[in-house]
């Protein structure tokens, strides 16, 4: 469930709320009661991994294999750059 910001615009007082995504907006201020609330744009959280399972190397791309130097002088060449 979100956690959302509110500020009441007559008294100024700000509070966040946990809330599901489908419950009505708060409207009336819990300190002074009067109905001027507004709900803030809030930056959100990060996502956050809890329990085991979860690796850094979950994600991870694969490193490509070392690629074979095309541009040496003696490409082609019987010595083999030595």
């Known amino acids: 469930m979100p956690t959302y910001e509110y500020e009441c615009q007559a008294c100024g007082h700000a509070f966040e709320e946990l809330q599901s995504m489908t419950d009505p907006r708060l409207t009336k201020c ?31 791309k694969k490193s490509a294999p070392p690629a074979e130097k095309k ?12």
């Open 30 to 60: 819990p300190r002074c009661h009067k109905k001027k609330l507004s709900r803030l744009i809030g930056s959100g959280s990060g996502m956050i991994f809890k329990g085991s399972g979860f690796y850094e190397t979950d994600y991870k």
């Open 71 to 82: 541009d040496s002088p003696c490409n082609g060449c019987p010595c083999k750059g030595k």
